[in-house]
Each structure stands twice: as structure tokens, then as C-alpha cells.
């Protein structure tokens, strides 16, 4: 016989759709400078985490999430295992003699490396000043030497004015990719997070994927890991993953459309300019960043896509999507309202703007799930996985207590089956209801079955969740009092 259990699972479907606890607590699985590989660190303030995990990308986005969440929210930070990064070996623009080289660097995050000479010369003579974001922003200016580590980002250059000199003027661009990990090394990153033992409700697996094979890979992984530890630790939790570079939409949604439905996950598409909090510098970012630290901000009802500032509206700290003449870089990031190949329809989370309105939106927080699935977009599978949550703290007490049966089929008695029931729905209305999250809820022991010979007590727990207009329509005309 098997052990003493308790189990929930979420029913789909039910919608006839057609085409300080764990809501407080958030976990990013990426690459930073100072966490040891699978240990867990957790931050609830900038300061501390700098302190913790350094500098590199999840930091980033872990600094993004406590920002947008203004306090009371904990950030699990867990590094994998990685593969070092890497610096390109740049070009010159420009006509001095000098050369400006990569010195054995590990890139720590993803950068746009300029070097532009301030002063010409010699080496010692000369002056630079550095870019790590294309141009936009420059450093001071820095004397230039043999070699120059600049810091915080794992970054060598070599100065060498050879038979000549430096001219002021001249750029040396690089490129550099900061530490990458693989599938297995997710797998045993998040494992880590989850022996643990705390809690969590939203995860951002922070890294761009190299290639679209990768990003299925990653998604059905991520996927399997959190349906698993539904299960096995009763922990509900929806994950983000970020999207890969240089793929162009119609790639995307073919490599997506073969993904299994994954209602757990999201892929969050193409890129966007967002203002680092901890550098103010604009960076190329994932489309998934802002929308993870603004899913982290709203309550688990709220449809990230709500164009009402009181509830989500226009994302902070992100810039244009398309970038204006006369910028010093350059980019057209996906925008769902003008794109011509439609993200949203392929099960694919993005960016959007809206005519006539200011700053940037998320079109909606489209899930992998299927298009008839009730957990098509995140807020409907955040307020069952409240219902999940609340339903099995709820039962845990009941697991082995004394409940009474009818003498004639050894089924549950009615007293202690609407004992249960009603004590269920109460909790139910007071998490969900009464913090509308949901406008009704339904609590159901099933009565039919003979308890006595399976020892098993099943319930049902049924949400009426909130309505979220996604297509509005307005009709107009004059009128004519006289007529009326």
C-alpha cells in the first residue's frame, strides 16, 4: 500500500475558450560574478545583492525585480554551472597606427565595447575613454597603459602604439558574450533551488538561448521541472524564459509551434532598451526582463497586458522601440502592433506599442499553453495555482484525521463532508474572493465513493476568475433630441 498522501491537479478546460509567502518570493536562475555554482542566495535589497552576486546578467535582472516590486519582495539568485565568456577581437576605425586588443578578458555579461582614443600619442601619452553600451554613454577619460582591466565586467584590453601613435578619434568596437550554461546545467541549477526549501512562485530562467533548438530544449525543461515539483513538493510556480538573437519572426513561431503545451511557461520575444538600475545605462535586454519584474509587481490577477497605469500599464525603463535618426545605436526591436508576422497568435509573449499613447507595452503574457487552454495568459494559471496553494493547506491537517462514514456504503457522512466543504470554501472566499482575485469559489467533497475500502478522500475546487477584456468595440453616431 502507499504512503499516506495528499494530491491536487489543475483542470483545463472548464472556460470553453476557443483559439511574504510564495507570492512575495521570486527566483532567477542566471549567470553572476559572485555566487558559488547551485548555491542559492537570497536578496531583498540593491545593496545586499551587489554585496552577494557581484555583477552579471541575472544581478541585473534581480535588481530590476526589486526595484519594480519597492520592497517586500525576497530574490532567490541562483548561478549554474557555465561556459566562460568571450570578447571578439575588434576593429579599428579611424587612421592611427595604435592598436587596441583583447588581453585574456571573461566577459562577466553581454556588452558593446567601445574604445575611443580622447588624446593621440604614445601609450602613456594617449587617453581613452570606454563604452559599454555601443557609443550611447562613455567613461571618463583614462590614460592609457600596456593593458587596462575595466572594471566590473571581466573585460582586458591591450594598448600597443607600435611604430606609431594613437590618433584622438578613433574607435575600436567590440563585442563581447558574457558566461553561458546549457540545458543540463539548468537542470541541476534548479534542482539546487528547490533543496532549498523556500518557496517561490515565479522563476526567470535568465540566458539567451544560442539557437532555436536550444530554446525548445530549455522551455520543455523548464516545463517538466516545474510540473514536477507541483506534484512532488506542492509548490505551484510559472516560469519565464528569454528568447533567442537574430532569429527572425517566422523561425521563431515554427520552432515554438513545435513545443509541447507548456501552460507553466512563457517565452518571452526579441529584445527591448532597458535603463539598468544599477549602471543607469541603457542596455539590449531581453523582452522578457520587464515582463517578469512586472508580473514580480502586480497581483496574480492582474492581466500584465492592462493598459490602466493603476494596474499594469506602460513598462518603466524601457525605451523605444525602434530608435530615432541620429542615435548612436541603431536597433528596431519587435513591435506586435506593426509587426507584419504575428507573435502573440504562435504562443509567444511580446512588446507592443499602442497608437496615440506613450511608452511601451507587454501585447500579453502569453503562455505555451494550447490556444483552447484556460492558462493561456499568466494571470489565469497565477490565481489557480493561489487556489492550489490554499486548497492544500487547507486539507494537510484533514490527511489522517477521524471523519465519519454512512453504516449502509462506507461512504463519507454528509455532516463531516459539508464540515469540510464549508470550511474549504471559507478560506477559498478569504484568500481569492475577498482579495479580488476571483469573484466565486466552489469547494466539493465527492460523496459517492466507498472511503472505508480506499482510504481515499477526494475534492474539487472550482474558481470563478475575473473577466479581462481583451477586444473592446465602440459604436458612434449623432443624435437628433427631436428624434429621440
Not at 4 to 16: I, M, N, R, W
Not at 241 to 266: C, F, M, Q
Not at 368 to 389: C, P, Y
Request: overall charge neutral; hydrophobic content about 40%.
Amino acid at each position: 500500500m502507499p504512503q499516506p498522501y495528499l494530491k491536487e491537479t489543475a483542470t483545463d478546460g472548464a472556460l470553453g475558450l476557443v483559439a511574504g509567502d510564495a507570492l512575495k518570493v521570486f527566483a532567477i536562475i542566471g549567470l553572476c560574478s559572485l555566487l558559488t555554482a547551485n548555491t542559492v542566495g537570497a536578496f531583498t535589497n540593491l545593496q545586499a545583492l551587489k554585496d552577494g552576486a557581484g555583477v552579471g546578467p541575472a544581478v541585473e535582472q534581480a535588481a530590476q525585480v526589486l526595484t519594480e516590486c519597492g520592497g517586500g519582495a525576497t530574490v532567490l539568485l541562483v548561478c549554474p554551472s557555465s561556459t566562460a565568456g568571450s570578447l571578439t577581437a575588434g576593429v579599428q576605425i579611424g587612421s592611427g597606427l595604435g592598436t587596441v586588443a583583447n588581453s585574456s578578458s571573461t566577459p562577466v555579461d553581454d556588452y558593446d565595447l567601445v574604445v575611443r582614443i580622447v588624446t593621440g600619442g604614445a601609450v602613456a601619452t594617449a587617453t581613452f575613454a570606454y563604452s559599454l553600451d555601443g557609443g550611447r554613454t562613455y567613461s571618463n577619460e583614462i590614460a592609457t597603459a600596456a593593458t587596462y582591466a575595466i572594471p566590473g565586467t571581466g573585460i582586458t584590453v591591450a594598448f600597443n602604439s607600435g611604430a606609431g601613435v594613437f590618433v584622438a578619434g578613433d574607435r575600436y568596437p567590440f563585442e563581447a558574450k558574457g558566461p553561458s550554461y546549457s540545458v543540463s546545467q539548468f537542470n541541476t541549477a534548479f534542482d539546487a533551488l528547490v533543496a532549498d526549501g523556500t518557496e517561490f512562485s515565479l522563476l526567470h530562467v535568465v540566458g539567451i538561448p544560442a539557437d532555436t533548438p536550444t530554446l525548445a530544449s530549455l522551455a520543455a525543461a523548464v516545463e517538466s521541472k516545474l510540473a514536477a515539483v507541483s506534484i512532488d513538493r506542492h509548490m505551484q510556480v510559472r516560469g519565464f524564459v528569454d528568447g533567442p538573437e537574430g532569429v527572425t519572426n517566422s523561425a521563431l513561431k515554427t520552432a515554438v509551434a513545435g513545443i509541447s503545451a507548456s501552460p507553466r511557461t512563457l517565452i518571452g520575444a526579441d529584445f527591448c532598451p532597458l535603463t539598468s538600475v544599477l549602471s543607469s545605462r541603457v542596455e539590449k535586454r531581453p523582452a522578457a526582463w520587464p515582463m517578469f519584474a512586472r508580473a514580480c509587481k502586480v497581483s496574480i490577477s492582474t492581466a500584465l497586458h492592462a493598459t490602466d497605469p493603476n494596474e499594469s500599464g506602460p513598462l518603466p525603463r524601457v525605451g523605444p522601440l525602434k530608435s530615432r535618426a541620429g542615435d548612436p545605436v541603431q536597433y528596431a526591436y519587435h513591435d506586435e502592433t506593426t509587426a507584419t508576422v504575428k507573435l502573440d497568435e504562435g504562443r509567444i509573449a511580446c512588446l507592443r506599442t499602442w497608437p496615440g499613447q506613450s511608452g511601451v507595452f507587454i501585447n500579453r503574457a502569453r503562455t505555451l499553453a494550447a490556444l483552447t487552454s484556460d492558462f493561456t495568459e499568466l494571470h489565469r494559471g497565477r490565481v489557480l495555482d493561489e487556489a492550489m496553494r490554499e486548497g492544500y493547506r487547507y486539507m494537510f491537517p484533514i490527511v489522517g484525521s477521524k471523519q465519519g462514514v454512512n453504516r449502509l456504503d462506507g461512504r463519507i457522512s454528509e455532516r463531516d463532508a459539508l464540515g469540510i466543504e464549508t470550511g474549504g470554501r471559507s478560506r477559498l472566499v478569504s484568500k481569492l474572493v475577498n482579495t479580488n482575485h476571483a469573484d466565486d469559489a466552489q469547494f466539493i467533497v465527492v460523496r459517492s465513493d466507498n472511503v472505508l475500502a480506499s482510504g481515499l478522500l477526494k475534492y474539487r475546487v472550482r474558481v470563478l476568475p475575473k473577466f479581462h477584456p481583451d477586444y473592446i468595440e465602440g459604436e458612434f453616431g449623432f443624435f437628433n433630441p427631436a428624434l429621440s
